[in-house]
């Protein structure tokens, strides 16, 4: 798991920034209710994207909370005011507060299923009679582009994935949320080169094969070997799904 502490001050730098974040709010966006009054961002992380969607529907009260004390300290900055810091596992806020509820690139970052069923309980609590959760889903999936990196990454264990789709819908289900819809927006500036993912795996970012495993040094010699060391191969797709509390 990457420290996301350290991680904060290079965050947006080194995920796509303005134009990733442009990216996931129309996405959001276009799936949340347009008579929406108020919508909670959890794991805002920087609030690139929050404060993206509370530009983007100036009728819409948008609300950010994270965890990670230097993300939300970049967060208050894009959004005074509007940032507390929690566990997506215990909101604090009321029932049935929001008329939307986003999870954006945070349930495969959790620690285990049990964490990915409280987060989903918990924003499903957050909701109004009609409101929508929205989430990404399947995003390791998303960087698999059938680029020839991808096949130098092929040789590293895989976990079963948290934010597999059928699984969040599984979830959202005991929880009262029903589908209402889906969007895949692009991660605009995210498309690996050789040379940064040598980079990202030495680093932790592949949390299967940390510094130091054999593996990894067998990847790394597999991503050194290849071509264009320093060209972006395609821009991962992500998955939006949105479910409604009838």
């Known amino acids: 798991m990457l420290d ?14 303005e134009p990733r974040a442009g990216a ?9 209710p347009k008579d929406a009054g ?21 009728g819409l009260r948008v609300a950010g909370a994270d965890l990670t004390h230097a993300m939300a300290r970049l967060a208050v900055a894009r959004l005074p005011g509007a940032v507390v810091r929690a566990d997506c596992r215990r909101l604090p806020v009321r029932d049935q507060a929001f008329e939307a509820v986003t999870t954006i690139w945070l349930l495969h970052l959790l620690q285990g299923p049990e964490d990915v069923r409280a987060v989903v309980t918990e924003c499903a609590r957050a909701l109004r009679p009609g409101g929508v959760y929205l989430t990404t889903v399947d995003k390791a999936a998303a960087h698999d582009v059938g680029s020839d990196i991808d096949a130098a990454l092929e ?6 994935a948290l ?4 699984t969040v819908a599984e979830y959202a289900a005991v929880c009262g949320l029903v589908p209402a819809g889906q969007a895949r927006f692009p991660g605009v ?3 690996r080169s050789p040379r940064t993912t040598i980079k990202d795996l030495r680093r932790g970012w592949f949390t299967t094969t940390g510094p130091g495993d ?6 790394a010699a597999r991503l050194a070997a290849l071509p264009d060391q320093d ?5 991962p797709v992500f998955t939006l799904r949105a479910f409604r509390k009838d």
């Open 4 to 17: 996301y502490e350290a991680e904060a001050d290079a965050y947006d730098a080194t995920r796509g920034g």
């Open 155 to 160: 040789v590293r264990p895989r976990r079963p």
């Open 38 to 58: 108020r919508l909670l961002d959890v794991a805002c992380g920087t609030g690139i994207v929050t404060r993206r969607l509370a530009a983007g529907r100036p």
């Open 214 to 219: 054999p593996t990894g040094d067998l990847i």
């Open 231 to 235: 060209r972006p191969r395609p821009d």
């Open 163 to 166: 934010d597999a789709a059928e």
């Open 189 to 191: 500036g995210q498309g």
């Open 24 to 32: 996931a709010a129309e996405a959001v966006l276009g799936l949340v």
